[in-house]
């Protein structure tokens, strides 16, 4: 009987714990949670904001998760909300200036933490890399499709 079960789920699950891991420790050497991450990361790369819907697409959340992410960054004077107050899921979070310069620090640290990660895999295997694994959570999604 083959191993390769076992072997995929674990591995996977320790990237996933990991990677929770980094997010925290990086993020509170800088005052922040490391929920904050991805969002910060999404806002960074769309410099006309995303409104709620949008982050939860590019950040793989749900709407309260945002919600509570996007009220402590804008505590923080990281995000402003754009757009009409009674449009609550239309008004789109835009980074502040002092936003995106923790931003720019953000994406560094997760530049720095890639590529660290990533020791030891040539530069020539990265593409077929990450093209596999976007394979497998490609099949994986479309495998569980309807079963939410």
Known sequence: MSNTFDSFVVTATQISRSITRLKA??????????SH???????????????????????????AAISRTLRDLQD????????????????????????????????????RLIAEAGRGIGEEDRPTF??????IRDNLQHMTVGSN
Request: proline share 1%; aromatic share 4%; charged share 30%.
């Open 25 to 34: 420790l990086e993020m509170s050497e800088i005052g922040l949670r490391g």
């Open 37 to 63: 991450v991805m969002c910060l990361m999404a806002l960074g790369t769309h410099a006309d904001g995303l409104t709620n819907l949008e982050l939860c697409d590019a950040c793989v959340e749900d709407r």
């Open 76 to 111: 923080r004077g990281l995000v402003i909300m754009q757009g009409k107050d009674g449009q609550r899921y239309r008004r789109r979070a835009v980074l502040t200036p002092a936003g995106r310069s923790v931003y720019l620090e953000v994406a560094e640290r997760a530049e």
């Open 130 to 135: 990450y093209r596999v694994l976007g394979q």
